[in-house]
């Protein structure tokens, strides 16, 4: 990718300390310590212009929020977009977000180990040929560092417009033993799902008709426990309906014990 960045723009990050981090290595472990408090931390990595997480900040303020990407122009970019988010809150400067420059190769040199709790992946670069493989996202061996760094509730979000990249995320997650959830091959099918912010390519690709596809992955022990619980509620009876059926089914014996009874005297 080519970004044209305006001029100064390295300037222009070094005067944000209070939303831009330059050097995110140096708060591995402390990145609590950094938002003021213990609430629990999402990342998005390549985070683009910042509009997904600029608004998912503002709708989640239960929870800490760091975007990453490389580029010194998308991330002054997505600066402008957190402060316009945060100002209509009255907000100058956004209270649960900021933003790092950094490679998602760089991942365990900026977090400790159990230190998310969520990572947003949306619409990483598909590389397509097969010889980059291992240059996704979702490819086996960041799958094992997002595994390191989450927590005990830790889950992944996923979403792309690429079919052949859904289709090998799902195959990674799956090879990599992980309990995927709430897939979608089409997230927007019913018209726009107000329930996900939209980011700009998503908005660019839901213009041209294109299908969203999505799924979450679940990875922390608590939040596996969690899923289960709520994957099985709808096999779940009361004890009132136990007893319920349990008499429905006592009655129909009844009724066929009757039955056969009276075609026995016939």
Aim: charged share 30%.
């Amino acid at each position: 990718m080519r970004l044209r960045g305006r001029k100064g723009i390295r300037e222009n990050l070094e005067a944000q300390p209070e939303l831009v981090v330059l050097e995110p290595e140096q708060y591995k472990g402390r990145w609590a310590e950094l938002f003021g408090n213990d609430r629990p931390i999402y990342v998005e990595l390549g985070m683009g212009k910042g509009r997904f997480i600029s608004g998912t900040s503002v709708r989640n303020p239960e929870a800490n929020f760091i975007g990453i990407d490389m580029y010194d122009e998308l991330v002054r970019r997505a600066s402008e977009k957190a402060r316009a988010a945060w100002s209509e809150l009255g907000h100058e400067t956004p209270p649960s977000l900021m933003l790092a420059r950094a490679n998602v190769e760089k991942l365990e040199d900026i977090f400790a180990p159990g230190e998310l709790e969520r990572i947003y992946l949306n619409f990483s670069d598909p590389w397509p040929k097969k010889k980059h493989a291992r240059r996704r996202l979702t490819h086996p061996r960041f799958l094992e560092m997002y595994k390191r760094v989450l927590n005990t509730d830790g889950q992944i979000h996923f979403k792309t417009d690429s079919e052949t990249l859904f289709e090998f995320s799902l195959n990674s997650f799956a090879d990599s033993g992980l309990q995927m959830t709430n897939i979608s091959l089409n997230l927007h099918r019913d018209g726009i799902n107000e329930e996900h912010v939209m980011t700009e390519y998503e908005h660019k690709f839901m213009g041209k008709g294109m299908n969203i596809h999505r799924c979450e992955v679940v990875i922390g022990e608590r939040a596996l426990e969690r899923y289960d619980e709520i994957r099985m509620e709808p096999y779940r009876i009361s004890p009132d309906e136990r007893a319920a059926l349990a008499a429905e089914e006592a009655e129909e014996l009844l009724q066929v014990s009757a039955s056969e009874k009276s075609e026995s005297e016939d």
